[in-house]
């Protein structure tokens, strides 16, 4: 596609529920980030998948938060058993390569956990 | 733990001046750095990256950076209306991999 896709673009949900957030990235790109932006806040790093090498999991909160990405194709977040602190908006972003997110961030899914 | 700190505004600007944006860092050794603008309601956009001391220039953005003061800054030259954002830093720290931390960001106002 033409830019970063993400869905979906707004989630409410109860406490204790399943999420599966959804990144589609820019093709090519072996690069993808998932950041965490809460509200007024800077964005919160979560985690990094680099092609086929074993992605940087330390900006993970907790073990509830899991994330899969197949070769240099769609990624999914999951969040297991949501929280209110979870609410948030999730941005993911792809590049051509690592350093840092030189790339094209995608719309976000805003996530609300009520 | 490694932080980036910035002022969170408003800065009111008005049109056509310089916009200045400053931000500073907690860790002496850190490799790359980010400005990105992100408006109302929208994702970020990557507008400037500097790697080394000194200033870089790209239209009407300059980034500014002092290692040896930890700071980065950001002018805008002849602000418009269209620049009024929230402008965010963002640092790659030594021994971080490929994730970035950033700052919460300056809310700019460019006044007509």
């Known amino acids: 596609g033409a830019g970063v896709s993400q869905s979906p673009s707004n989630k409410v949900t109860e406490k204790g529920k399943d999420v599966e957030l959804r990144c589609d990235p820019i093709s090519g790109h072996t690069a993808l980030y998932w950041y965490r932006q809460r509200l007024g806040q800077g964005l919160e790093f979560l985690i990094y998948?680099?092609?086929?090498?074993?992605?940087?999991k330390s900006g993970l909160p907790s073990d509830r938060f899991s994330a899969e990405r197949t070769g240099e194709s769609v990624s999914t977040l999951t969040i297991q058993r949501t929280q209110q602190e979870d609410s948030a908006v999730y941005l993911c972003?792809?590049?051509?390569?690592?350093?840092?997110?030189?790339?094209?961030f995608g719309q976000g899914t805003r996530l609300t956990v009520v | 733990q490694k932080e980036v700190e910035q002022n969170s505004g408003p800065l009111s600007v008005p049109e056509g001046a310089i916009a200045s944006l400053n931000c500073t860092y907690s860790d002496r050794v850190s490799q790359s750095f980010f400005w990105y603008r992100q408006y109302s309601g929208k994702s970020p956009e990557l507008i400037m990256s500097?790697?080394?001391?000194g200033d870089k220039e790209d239209g009407r953005f300059t980034a500014q950076l002092n290692k040896a003061s930890q700071y980065v800054s950001l002018l805008i030259r002849d602000s418009q209306p269209s620049d009024s954002a929230t402008y965010l830093c963002a640092v790659g720290f030594t021994g971080g991999g490929n994730k970035l931390t950033f700052g919460t960001g300056t809310q700019l106002k460019v006044e007509l």
């Open positions: 500097i790697y080394s001391n």
């Open positions: 972003a792809s590049s051509l390569g690592g350093g840092g997110v030189k790339g094209f």
């Open positions: 998948f680099q092609g086929n090498s074993a992605p940087d």
